[in-house]
């Protein structure tokens, strides 16, 4: 059970003897007799405490360097998040033993709106072969393809899955500047983009770029000016801050050296909530330290004294409302898609050092520091008359709740309810590649050039395998489809490497290539790996788009009626197993969640009612965040839909973190209701904690807003959720709603475990 949780007085359940002794109102007001006796070793403990921060800004140092590592262990490749298990994935394994070449493919699109020349065809023959000389190709280069139309022409460039984005970004500036150039003696306007896996990468790396940087900047900068509004000081929000980038150094340096041995694997958008989580949760368990520190300071004038009672009286409160988050997190252990998994360590990795920068870093500081540290508003030894609780916000707050709680909690749980309408709105199924990344996209343009002189999915065909026999069936069932533009067979005597199907008939090669010694009257022969072939399907539509899975979908269906065993993969595979996959997690992990909380508020709390009533009105909470985020996304930002793990990123930090508040509230409001009654008890806690944790709430909000500022859709629309729904959460329903219906309920809240609990 949590003791006496940060209040900006003592509580009411204090000792009356101590409250009224005249020799102990004489001490603490600053008497010269019977001032308490100073700490036992009291230089000895300063010279430990110092000690201990030189500890940890080792650890700061350590891990200092490692945040411009971090992006050195991380990736965006989807294709390496999904499980051994997914399609897509048994796919991949067996397609490089069709070919050993190892490459994402970069499509070069070069555009004349008065028609493309022979001089222009010849400038990206001898580009690709400079190119290849330069060793940036895992392979030689495609033929350079024309449109039908005549006003462009496509190269496709197998770059080596090692080449950075840096690399990537480097050979378009090489392609535009000389493409460019061998067009500088006409008029015609002409444009030349990179697209395609390789391009979309290196859009999605740079827009990843500043997550080292602006964005731990950003989410700095805004809680260094909430803390000064809060505590009035300069100082004090320094050594806030430094707490949270010691806390975030030692979480960067552990994880840094799990990703590198391959233990975990993370992502740009991993990276990114770390940082923000860290920095949130080190800054809200901060505030509680520092206001429980600041109350003792009011009644004792020992520095050393004061901290040691400030930690005591903390340590509680905040391991309970860390573990239950971190416990919440680790269910995410239990999902298939690495990203999502990684998140559960990662974040729990996080939540742990900021509990310890919090319960050591801290307290050392501020006993080292002193009164100092509040400075110019420093916090003097008073009586126990001047020490009694003012009336203020809270105040009339917990009165205006005694009056009315059941209008109260009943008509904004009617309010609350109203969004939920709008949840079935919210599109979480996924979305293209192209829109990952928010404002001006490269690929994204080359992508929409594409696909209005080519077929949309040209470059990354989707690929079946399946059984040799069954081809000529497979390849007319597949032609059928809608969606499909064209179909090609590995093949071992082609030119090419492939020949063109048509109708299930392998076509005879008419010279297109080149010349070759293999006469044009033999058909070419499909390669065989273990009796099965590699069938290669160019879509209709991007193949990034919703539109390209839904037709990979039916080709699954289609060869695999005829082929048991048949497997298809590719990027468009992949990414419907990626969405595929989030959609499964996501109903694994939240009931999960769910229960793992439930079962430790019931520990936490001794009762069945008041867990099931807080989980419930979380629940509430995430899904009012979820239906107006829904309504702000389609009408507001008109985003096209959402990648299906948001929700459930938005659900573990939500529900995680709201209960996180609720367990400061509900664990004091137990300890007061043990004095005095819970009706009684549901005021004074609301009162003793409903400053601190609005605040620490306000702050977490700040920090998640803060992901705004990388331009990736997923963390854009996480930041919404997260920050509407930690303000809804900690100023509505932890300050209104939860104390209006303990207060209607009374003591039957804490059914079954009722016998010490004192009758209202």
């Not at 800004?57 to 499980?83: C, H, M, Q, W």
């Not at 010694?517 to 290669?536: A, F, K, M, R, Y």
Request: aromatic share 6%; glycine share 8%.
């Amino acid at each position: 059970m949590t003791r006496h949780l940060l209040t900006s007085a003592p509580p009411p359940t204090a000792d009356p003897r101590r409250s009224s002794h005249p020799a102990h109102d004489r001490s603490t007001a600053g008497g010269h007799r019977n001032r308490p006796a100073p700490v036992r070793g009291r230089k000895t403990l300063l010279g430990l405490f110092a000690i201990l921060l030189v500890a940890w800004v080792a650890i700061a140092g350590i891990g200092g360097p490692y945040f411009g590592k971090i992006s050195e262990v991380s990736t965006n490749d989807r294709s390496s998040f999904l499980p051994a298990s997914a399609e897509s994935t048994r796919a991949q394994a067996l397609t490089e033993q069709f070919n050993d070449l190892d490459y994402v493919p970069a499509i070069v699109v070069f555009e004349r709106e008065a028609g493309v020349t022979e001089a222009d065809t010849t400038a990206l023959e001898d580009l690709s072969e400079r190119l290849d000389a330069d060793g940036l190709l895992a392979a030689p280069a495609s033929p350079v393809i024309p449109a039908e139309d005549g006003e462009a022409l496509e190269l496709i460039l197998p770059v080596s899955p090692d080449t950075t984005a840096d690399d990537v970004e480097q050979t378009r500036s090489v392609i535009a500047e000389e493409l460019a150039g061998s067009a500088a003696s006409t008029s015609a306007e002409v444009s030349v983009h990179v697209t395609g896996p390789a391009g979309f990468a290196a859009d999605l790396s740079a827009a990843f770029a500043g997550i080292d940087g602006i964005l731990l900047l950003v989410a700095l900068i805004a809680v260094f000016v909430i803390l000064v509004i809060v505590y009035r000081s300069p100082l004090l929000p320094i050594v806030v801050l430094l707490t949270s980038m010691v806390a975030l150094s030692a979480s960067i340096f552990v994880i840094w050296h799990l990703a590198d041995a391959g233990i975990l694997l993370i992502n740009g958008q991993v990276q990114g909530i770390l940082f923000i989580l860290v920095v949130g949760a080190t800054t809200d368990y901060s505030l509680l330290v520092v206001a429980r520190y600041r109350d003792t300071l009011l009644g004792e004038s020992d520095r050393v004294r004061a901290g040691l009672r400030a930690v005591r009286g903390v340590v509680e409160p905040i391991a309970a409302s860390g573990g239950t988050v971190i416990a919440g997190l680790l269910c995410l252990l239990l999902t298939d898609l690495a990203s999502t998994r990684a998140l559960g360590p990662v974040a729990a990795i996080g939540i742990l050092m900021a509990m310890l920068a919090a319960l050591a870093f801290l307290p050392a500081a501020l006993i080292v520091i002193g009164r100092t540290v509040f400075w110019p508003f420093l916090p003097r030894v008073q009586g126990s008359a001047t020490r009694g609780r003012k009336p203020g916000l809270w105040a009339c707050i917990a009165e205006v709740v005694a009056k009315r709680p059941r209008v109260i909690w009943v008509g904004l749980v009617i309010v609350l309810a109203l969004p939920l309408l709008a949840v079935p709105q919210f599109k979480a199924s996924g979305v293209a590649q192209s829109e990952f990344v928010l404002g001006d996209s490269e690929a994204r343009d080359g992508q929409t050039v594409l696909a209005e002189h080519f077929p949309g999915g040209s470059g990354s065909p989707t690929q079946v395998i399946l059984a040799a026999g069954d081809l000529e069936e497979a390849a007319q069932a597949i032609g059928r489809l809608g969606g499909v533009e064209s179909m090609s067979v590995v093949a071992q005597n082609s030119p090419s490497g492939t020949a063109r199907i048509d109708d299930g008939t392998i076509e005879v090669p008419a010279g297109r290539g080149g010349p070759t010694s293999t006469p044009p009257t033999v058909p070419p022969i499909p390669t065989e790996v273990d009796g099965q072939v590699l069938l290669e399907v160019t879509l209709t539509d991007a193949a990034d788009s919703l539109a390209a899975e839904d037709t990979v979908t039916q080709i699954r269906t289609a060869v695999q009626a005829i082929d048991s065993g048949a497997l298809v993969g590719g990027e468009t595979a992949v990414d419907l197993d990626t969405n595929t996959t989030a959609e499964a997690d996501r109903s694994l992990a939240i009931p999960l969640i769910l229960l793992v909380i439930t079962i430790i508020l019931i520990v936490l709390l001794r009762s069945l009612v008041a867990p099931l009533l807080l989980v419930a009105l979380t629940v509430l909470s995430f899904g009012t965040a979820l239906g107006v985020s829904a309504l702000v996304f389609n009408h507001g930002f008109e985003f096209p839909g959402a990648d299906p793990s948001v929700p459930l990123y938005a659900f573990v930090f939500l529900v995680a973190l709201g209960i996180d508040y609720n367990i400061f509230l509900m664990s004091r409001v137990r300890e007061e209701s043990l004095q005095i009654g819970t009706r009684r008890g549901v005021l004074s806690g609301l009162v003793a904690t409903g400053g601190v944790i609005t605040s620490a709430g306000i702050v977490l909000a700040a920090t998640f807003a803060a992901l705004a500022v990388i331009p990736i859709m997923f963390l854009v629309q996480l930041a919404f959720i997260v920050t509407f729904g930690v303000l809804l959460d900690a100023i509505l329903v932890r300050s209104l709603v939860v104390p209006a219906l303990v207060h209607d309920l009374g003591r039957p809240v804490w059914w079954p475990w009722l016998k010490r609990i004192p009758k209202d």
